[in-house]
């Protein structure tokens, strides 16, 4: 008996020092004692090496530790709102307009109101009032660059190269807007009985973001100006759909279609969906891949040249010579970033006048920074279809034992797995060993050197569950839709980019039930900062949402990387993505002859201060963000009804935060009438203005007037609000 009891005991030890939480893990079979591959000495082992990581940089100890992280299972949101995805930090780098780069220590009461306390170089510090948030943006760009100093002319001299170099940049864009703004589309016309049809042929509800990308996409396609969409959206989350009911809408119309996919794998399981949703409509669909023999496609060339085909599907080869299309419209790509540098081209010669839509989960920095430079339309889909539960991810030293026990509960419920490992030459060998341990699954392995009919062969079994595992390269990195396939086992994940990361780890968990992600590292490699940081962004951004998060971290990772083609990296880097967007933005307008008044942000001095008080919101990251979304709104009516929203959560408020919400009204009206200061004192308003100040007639040089206030009979805020009101037009108010 009392050996029964040390065993037992042993047992149980094993399982409490587990990674994996085998009580509170119920999604999965728990292993049974004679089946549990780790013992004890090889947990501690594991622990112990894991442990050992060496790194050039500290680094958060969430890296350090093997990770298994759960997380809610409820839907989320994500902001539509790029903004939302630029929140500030503590200890993470920020710039100011004015002074450059600087680290952001926190929240700080000085002088009646909350300040942000930031750092420069020599330790040198400075408080910037809340109220003043619009002169500071988080930093993106890459992690070491160093601290500015408080020099303003070293800080004026960075900020007027990258002025330049925005100025290029916003040249370049209102060249290619302009010879875009020439080109006309083709009219679309099309049967909406008959579109309703084809939209019942979706077997899910439609979530509230796919709903707003489909109407997005429609009003481009029925507008005379061609189309340059990004859809983002998580792997999953429906962005196939959206291209879907474009399609149709253009095939409605007599046009083609021309959808391009970077491996043969996706492009067949394009077609299988289209041809199915097709079916009960007149629209042929056709692929076309390295596949084919010499015949099939010639005859396939001759019937797209002849317009018999509608939908036409295929990887590079659609970039064939002896393909005209003869009424092109609509070009899909999807992973765009998948292509090489010739095939891109091909691509931009397709596209000239034509509607383009591009799909992507994770955009990579370059598209990202398109995006976000306002060069393309962006739809986001962020909300997940209902039930579907993230991806649990477990980041480790490689130990065999731990992939054992991950395999075997995969089994227990009758489920598949991928084991990636990118090395050919080792395939058959990992196979081989899989296969000496779980002798009764079917096991077999993929690349992308096998002929393509044997590939095409293997993943027909895989995605038929003839096959239980599947060893392979990253040629399942895109749009492989197996929802049987829940456990992922990746070795030496340092070696992969962020983006492919997540695209691989999006193989995974595409059904209801609970998916599991290993990112397995070198077990003696010594590991360089940036690829540890990149498993540290998936490990942070587990979330149903994570990709468009992922891809602001890559920008911080790789750098701002390249804008519109060209490296950029360098102007941007010193000012970081934001405050060089902000300058694109602004050459534009001056390039486009708008009258721009460069002005620091408005000085506003006249003893009322405005802050929300910790005994309201202890939390000082929500009090971040509220300040942020504040010191964001431009008009005032929607501080006021942000106002209501801010008592419909938190309750009444208080004379600081009703001070609050007023001083940034005064701001927005100051901005208007282009005042760069307000001060009062000794019962005197002094007001600052810029040229062009609605205050002053057109040829007045004064820059500087007095408003008495000694016969007031309102607070002096409420005073100077009313004023200053008076010259704005009604509809400025």
Same mark, same amino acid.
């Given at each position: 008996?009392?050996?029964?009891?040390?065993?037992?005991?042993?047992?149980?030890?094993?399982?409490?020092?587990?990674?994996?939480?085998?009580?509170?893990?119920?999604?999965?079979?728990?292993?049974?004692?004679?089946?549990?591959?780790?013992?004890?000495?090889?947990?501690?082992?594991?622990?112990?090496?894991?442990?050992?990581?060496?790194?050039?940089?500290?680094?958060?100890?969430?890296?350090?530790?093997?990770?298994?992280?759960?997380?809610?299972?409820?839907?989320?949101?994500?902001?539509?709102?790029?903004?939302?995805?630029?929140?500030?930090?503590?200890?993470?780098?920020?710039?100011?307009?004015?002074?450059?780069?600087?680290?952001?220590?926190?929240?700080?009461?000085?002088?009646?109101?909350?300040?942000?306390?930031?750092?420069?170089?020599?330790?040198?510090?400075?408080?910037?009032?809340?109220?003043?948030?619009?002169?500071?943006?988080?930093?993106?760009?890459?992690?070491?660059?160093?601290?500015?100093?408080? $020099?303003?002319?070293?800080?004026?001299?960075?900020?007027?190269?990258?002025?330049?170099?925005?100025?290029?940049?916003?040249?370049?864009?209102?060249?290619?807007?302009?010879?875009?703004?020439?080109?006309?589309?083709?009219?679309?016309?099309?049967?909406?009985?008959?579109?309703?049809?084809?939209?019942?042929?979706?077997?899910?509800?439609?979530?509230?973001?796919?709903?707003?990308?489909?109407?997005?996409?429609?009003?481009?396609?029925?507008?005379?100006?061609?189309?340059?969409?990004?859809?983002?959206?998580?792997?999953?989350?429906?962005?196939? &759909?959206?291209?879907?009911?474009?399609?149709?809408?253009?095939?409605?119309?007599?046009?083609?279609?021309?959808?391009?996919?970077?491996?043969?794998?996706?492009?067949?399981?394009?077609?299988?969906?289209?041809?199915?949703?097709?079916?009960?409509?007149?629209?042929?669909?056709?692929?076309?891949?390295?596949?084919?023999?010499?015949?099939?496609?010639? &005859?396939?060339?001759?019937? *797209?040249?002849?317009?018999?085909?509608?939908?036409?599907?295929?990887?590079?080869?659609?970039?064939?010579?002896?393909?005209?299309?003869?009424?092109?419209?609509?070009?899909?790509?999807?992973?765009?970033?998948?292509?090489?540098?010739?095939?891109?081209?091909?691509?931009?010669?397709?596209?000239?006048? *034509?509607?383009?839509?591009?799909?992507?989960?994770?955009?990579?920095?370059?598209?990202? $920074?398109?995006?976000?430079?306002?060069?393309?339309?962006?739809?986001? *889909?962020?909300?997940?279809?209902?039930?579907?539960?993230?991806?649990?991810?477990?980041?480790?030293?490689?130990?065999?034992?731990?992939?054992?026990?991950?395999?075997?509960?995969?089994?227990?419920?009758?489920?598949?797995?991928?084991?990636?490992?990118?090395?050919?030459?080792?395939?058959?060998?990992?196979?081989?060993?899989?296969?000496?341990?779980?002798?009764?699954?079917?096991?077999?392995?993929?690349?992308?050197?096998?002929?393509?009919?044997?590939?095409?062969?293997?993943?027909?079994?895989?995605?038929?569950?003839?096959?239980?595992?599947?060893?392979?390269?990253?040629?399942?990195?895109?749009?492989?839709?197996?929802?049987?396939?829940?456990?992922?086992?990746?070795?030496?994940?340092?070696?992969?980019?962020?983006?492919?990361?997540?695209?691989?780890?999006?193989?995974?968990?595409?059904?209801?039930?609970?998916?599991?992600?290993?990112?397995?590292?070198?077990?003696?490699?010594?590991?360089?900062?940036?690829?540890?940081?990149?498993?540290?962004?998936?490990?942070?951004?587990?979330?149903?949402?994570?990709?468009?998060?992922?891809?602001?971290?890559?920008?911080?990772?790789?750098?701002?990387? &390249?804008?519109?083609?060209?490296?950029?990296?360098?102007?941007?880097?010193?000012?970081?993505?934001?405050?060089?967007?902000?300058?694109?933005?602004?050459?534009?307008?001056?390039?486009?002859?708008?009258?721009?008044?460069?002005?620091?942000?408005?000085?506003?001095?006249?003893?009322?201060?405005?802050?929300?008080?910790?005994?309201?919101?202890?939390?000082?990251?929500?009090?971040?963000?509220?300040?942020?979304?504040?010191?964001?709104?431009?008009?005032?009516?929607?501080?006021?009804?942000?106002?209501?929203?801010?008592?419909?959560?938190?309750?009444?408020?208080?004379?600081?935060?009703?001070?609050?919400?007023?001083?940034?009204?005064?701001?927005?009206?100051?901005?208007?009438?282009?005042?760069?200061?307000?001060?009062?004192?000794?019962?005197?308003?002094?007001?600052?203005?810029?040229?062009?100040?609605?205050?002053?007639?057109?040829?007045?040089?004064?820059?500087?007037?007095?408003?008495?206030?000694?016969?007031?009979?309102?607070?002096?805020?409420?005073?100077?609000?009313?004023?200053?009101?008076?010259?704005?037009?009604?509809?400025?108010?």
């Amino acid at each position: 008996m009392g050996d029964v009891l040390a065993e037992s005991k042993n047992y149980w030890n094993l399982i409490n020092n587990r990674y994996e939480e085998f009580i509170s893990d119920l999604n999965r079979p728990v292993l049974l004692p004679d089946e549990i591959f780790n013992s004890l000495q090889d947990v501690t082992k594991l622990i112990d090496e894991s442990e050992k990581i060496e790194i050039s940089e500290e680094i958060s100890d969430k890296i350090i530790d093997p990770i298994f992280k759960d997380s809610s299972d409820q839907p989320q949101k994500l902001e539509k709102d790029f903004d939302s995805l630029l929140n500030f930090k503590k200890d993470e780098l920020v710039v100011h307009a004015n002074h450059g780069i600087g680290k952001f220590l926190g929240l700080k009461n000085l002088n009646r109101t909350e300040c942000f306390l930031i750092e420069y170089q020599n330790n040198d510090l400075i408080y910037v009032p809340v109220n003043d948030l619009s002169q500071i943006t988080p930093y993106i760009g890459v992690k070491d660059i160093p601290l500015d100093s408080l $020099n303003k002319k070293k800080w004026s001299e960075k900020s007027k190269k990258s002025k330049i170099k925005a100025f290029d940049i916003a040249s370049e864009i209102l060249e290619a807007e302009a010879k875009r703004s020439l080109e006309e589309s083709s009219e679309i016309s099309f049967d909406l009985d008959e579109y309703k049809k084809f939209c019942d042929g979706f077997n899910f509800s439609e979530t509230p973001d796919q709903e707003r990308a489909i109407k997005e996409v429609i009003s481009d396609l029925i507008s005379k100006k061609p189309q340059d969409r990004l859809i983002c959206g998580e792997v999953g989350f429906g962005k196939t &759909e959206v291209a879907l009911r474009a399609s149709f809408i253009v095939a409605q119309s007599n046009y083609q279609v021309c959808i391009l996919a970077p491996t043969t794998v996706l492009a067949k399981q394009h077609f299988e969906v289209f041809k199915d949703r097709f079916a009960d409509f007149p629209h042929n669909v056709c692929l076309l891949t390295r596949e084919q023999t010499n015949t099939e496609k010639e &005859e396939i060339y001759n019937r *797209i040249n002849d317009n018999s085909y509608s939908i036409i599907i295929g990887t590079h080869a659609l970039f064939n010579k002896e393909i005209s299309f003869k009424n092109l419209n609509l070009l899909i790509i999807d992973e765009e970033h998948k292509f090489g540098v010739r095939q891109k081209e091909l691509i931009r010669s397709l596209k000239k006048g *034509i509607n383009v839509i591009s799909l992507s989960a994770t955009p990579i920095p370059r598209t990202l $920074n398109l995006s976000l430079s306002k060069v393309r339309d962006i739809s986001l *889909i962020t909300t997940p279809p209902i039930g579907r539960k993230s991806v649990k991810t477990i980041v480790s030293r490689y130990s065999q034992s731990l992939v054992f026990e991950a395999i075997q509960r995969e089994f227990y419920r009758d489920g598949q797995v991928f084991y990636l490992l990118n090395n050919v030459s080792q395939l058959e060998e990992k196979k081989n060993e899989l296969a000496e341990r779980f002798p009764n699954k079917s096991i077999d392995f993929a690349h992308g050197q096998l002929r393509p009919k044997e590939l095409g062969s293997i993943m027909q079994k895989f995605i038929k569950k003839d096959i239980d595992l599947l060893v392979c390269t990253t040629i399942i990195e895109s749009g492989i839709d197996i929802e049987n396939a829940n456990t992922l086992i990746v070795e030496n994940s340092e070696n992969y980019g962020l983006s492919q990361l997540h695209q691989i780890r999006g193989r995974v968990g595409r059904s209801k039930r609970e998916a599991f992600a290993y990112f397995l590292l070198n077990e003696t490699k010594k590991l360089k900062n940036k690829a540890l940081e990149r498993i540290e962004a998936l490990q942070e951004n587990e979330s149903l949402l994570s990709g468009f998060s992922l891809a602001m971290r890559d920008l911080e990772i790789r750098g701002a990387g &390249e804008l519109l083609g060209e490296k950029q990296s360098g102007a941007i880097d010193v000012v970081g993505l934001t405050l060089f967007s902000k300058m694109i933005e602004g050459a534009i307008k001056v390039l486009s002859g708008e009258k721009i008044i460069e002005q620091s942000d408005i000085n506003i001095d006249i003893g009322i201060y405005g802050f929300i008080p910790e005994e309201v919101i202890p939390q000082a990251e929500l009090r971040l963000s509220i300040y942020k979304e504040i010191s964001s709104i431009k008009e005032n009516k929607d501080l006021d009804q942000n106002k209501k929203d801010f008592i419909d959560r938190f309750g009444d408020v208080n004379q600081e935060i009703i001070n609050l919400y007023e001083l940034s009204k005064l701001k927005n009206i100051a901005r208007k009438l282009n005042i760069l200061e307000i001060k009062f004192r000794n019962e005197n308003f002094s007001l600052k203005l810029a040229e062009n100040s609605k205050l002053l007639p057109s040829s007045s040089k004064v820059k500087e007037i007095k408003l008495s206030a000694k016969e007031i009979k309102s607070d002096r805020l409420t005073f100077i609000m009313a004023k200053l009101e008076s010259f704005l037009d009604k509809d400025e108010i």
